[in-house]
């Protein structure tokens, strides 16, 4: 049965609902994380024919984000994320003729992912890595003619990193990462005159690699 985006983006609400409450239930059990990273530039494309595609890029820019972490093990962690972005995405379009147009581009990702923590002596440093799943949330304007629209779509993660113990409270992050988020057929957007639109039905991903670190605090007992 396939699982539309509504359902998704439902049961993603739903657990960070579960996920929040049994925290501060268990906040002996929580980590609070704060995280900034620089991300690189990304090439997309989607074409379906000679008067319906796009070719350009995602610049890459600044990302911040902010996550709950839950400890289900000392060394295994669930954590609910949300990142951000603000960025240009220069692209070329066809619309009455080849077009070019610069515009402005917000990304949100809403993730749930686990990690997998790997113990050294001291504890001061502590190596990880994981996965998640979640919500690209898109919104694309058109800064010439002041329209914009919004687009969800599935995104997946990859991340590797440490943490640097300052105190048995509060370390620092250095982390890499990879977000895709997945268009597929005829569900694919594009960039236009207008701004976006929904009319390109052919497959299409982004990949963002990100360098970064943060802050992570560990609440309760």
Known sequence: MKISYYHLKTMIISFALFFIMSSFVNAQKV??????????????????????????????????????????????????????????????????????????????????GGSNYFKTAGGVVEPYAGLGIGLAIFNIKNPERGTDSSKEKFAWNIKAGTNIWATDRIGFKLQAELISAVQSAGGGFYFGSGGSGAGISTYSSMYQWSLGGGLTIKIGQ
């Open 31 to 112: 980590k609070f994380n704060a995280y900034s990273a620089y991300v690189f530039d990304d090439r997309v494309d989607s074409y379906y024919d000679a008067n319906n595609y796009y070719d350009g890029k995602i610049q890459g820019g600044y990302q911040w984000g902010l996550g709950i972490e839950y400890m289900v093990h000392a060394t295994k962690g669930i954590e609910l994320r949300y990142l951000r972005q603000d960025t240009k995405a220069p692209m070329n379009y066809y619309d009455d003729g080849v077009q070019f147009k610069d515009f402005e581009l917000g990304l949100n990702y809403i993730l749930i």
